[in-house]
Nanobody, 119 residues
Framework: QVQLVESGGGLVQAGGSLRLSCAASGRTFSNYGMAWFRQAPGMERENVAAISRIGGSTYYADSVKGRFTISRDNARNTVYLQMNSLKPEDTAVYYC????????????WGQGTQVTVSS
C-alpha cells in the first residue's frame, strides 16, 4: 500500500497561483502512476492531471490545460500540481491518487486539500 498526504491548498484571488504537494509513503513511489482529482460541491469528481511513474507521460483535462502542470520527484516521493491563472471555477477539494503501473484504477487516495479561488 501507499499512503498519500496532500498540502498546499488555500484561498487565492482569481489570476493567482498555488502549488499543491502530495507526499507518499509506503511502497516504492516510482511503481505508481499518480494523478490529481478535484471535486466541487454537487459536482462529480474530475481527473485534472496525471503523470506516469517516471514522469515521461502526462495528461491534462481540457479545463486546466495550459494553466496547470503536474510533476513528480521520485527521489522525494512527491508529486506536485502547479496551478496558475486560477479561476473561481477551479474551487474544489483536490485529491492526490495513486495507481499500480499498468492498472487503470486509482486505488490509493489522500484526504484532500481545499482550494478556494475568489473573484
Amino acid at each position: 500500500q501507499v499512503q498519500l498526504v496532500e498540502s498546499g491548498g488555500g484561498l487565492v484571488q482569481a489570476g493567482g497561483s498555488l502549488r499543491l504537494s502530495c507526499a507518499a509513503s509506503g511502497r516504492t513511489f516510482s511503481n505508481y502512476g499518480m494523478a490529481w482529482f478535484r471535486q466541487a460541491p454537487g459536482m462529480e469528481r474530475e481527473n485534472v492531471a496525471a503523470i506516469s511513474r517516471i514522469g515521461g507521460s502526462t495528461y491534462y483535462a481540457d479545463s486546466v490545460k495550459g494553466r496547470f502542470t503536474i510533476s513528480r520527484d521520485n527521489a522525494r516521493n512527491t508529486v506536485y500540481l502547479q496551478m496558475n491563472s486560477l479561476k473561481p471555477e477551479d474551487t474544489a477539494v483536490y485529491y492526490c491518487a495513486a495507481k499500480n503501473s499498468g492498472y487503470p484504477k486509482y486505488d490509493y487516495w489522500g484526504q484532500g486539500t481545499q482550494v478556494t479561488v475568489s473573484s
